[in-house]
């Protein structure tokens, strides 16, 4: 059975920073593309990082970028999202998700139960 | 960016009866669209890949059409299982994004 966990979420300062975990069990998570989603209170759902399978490609939405940094351990079956600087409008429940095809298209096939950050002082 | 606008964003609706909601994509996206129901407190749960191909494990009655620019999610005979939110998707291109969001309430 296809699981993931995520974890790392917490009350965080305005400029602070965090880093998500997701610990991924029942497939070969070297083989899959990643990504975190999130969704901030009562709105909708929003992508904000793709990685490949070695790492060695990294897309981020406008809105993160230079702040958030995606990386994983296929070692550790472990995804992770080093967050920094954070705003208030980062607010929100962030899912880890694994994309459906090898080639990093499609859906998301899986996803985690989410884990909430919330930034405020 | 693709902008994805989901109508209606909110449907009341007997059980029994026919759903359909529609998505529209700013631009040409081919069949790269997907639809996800959530539930609330629940993660999102895929229903329907590439505008037309049901997820295994979904119920039949829910079904998926189009392409292009516009997509189109019908649920046939309601149940009271279904009251949830329903987003589309598009993975033609980055930025991914997502619908807006239609919630289906159950009268």
């Known amino acids: 059975e296809v699981q993931l966990v995520e974890s790392g979420g917490g009350l965080v300062q305005p400029g602070g920073s965090l880093r998500l975990s997701c610990a991924a069990s029942?497939?070969?998570?070297?083989?899959?593309?990643m990504s975190w989603v999130r969704q901030a209170p009562g709105k909708g759902l929003e992508w904000v990082a793709n990685?490949?399978?070695?790492?060695?490609?990294?897309y981020y939405v406008d809105s993160v970028k230079g702040r958030f940094t995606i990386s994983r351990d296929n070692a550790k079956n472990s995804l992770y999202l080093q967050m920094n600087s954070l705003r208030a409008e980062d607010t929100a429940v962030y899912y880890c998700?694994?994309?459906?095809?090898?080639?990093?298209?499609?859906?998301?096939?899986?996803w985690g139960q989410g884990t909430l950050v919330t930034v405020s002082s | 960016e693709i902008v994805l606008t989901q109508s209606p964003d909110f449907q009341s609706v007997t059980p029994k009866e026919k759903v359909t909601i529609t998505c529209r994509a700013s631009?040409?996206?081919?069949?790269?669209l997907h639809w996800y129901q959530q539930k609330p407190d629940q993660s999102p749960k895929l229903l329907i890949k590439?505008?037309?191909q049901s997820f295994s494990g979904v119920p039949s009655r829910f079904s998926g059409s189009g392409s292009g620019t516009d997509f189109t999610l019908t649920i046939n005979s309601l149940e009271a299982e279904d009251a949830a939110t329903y987003y589309c998707?598009?993975?033609?291109?980055?930025?991914?994004?997502f619908g807006q969001g239609t919630k289906v309430e159950i009268k």
């Open positions: 590439y505008a037309s």
């Open positions: 029942g497939f070969t998570f070297s083989s899959y593309w």
């Open positions: 631009q040409s996206i081919g069949s790269s």
């Open positions: 990685i490949k399978q070695d790492g060695s490609e990294k």
């Open positions: 998707h598009q993975s033609s291109s980055l930025p991914r994004t």
């Open positions: 998700a694994r994309v459906w095809a090898v080639a990093g298209t499609g859906p998301f096939h899986y």
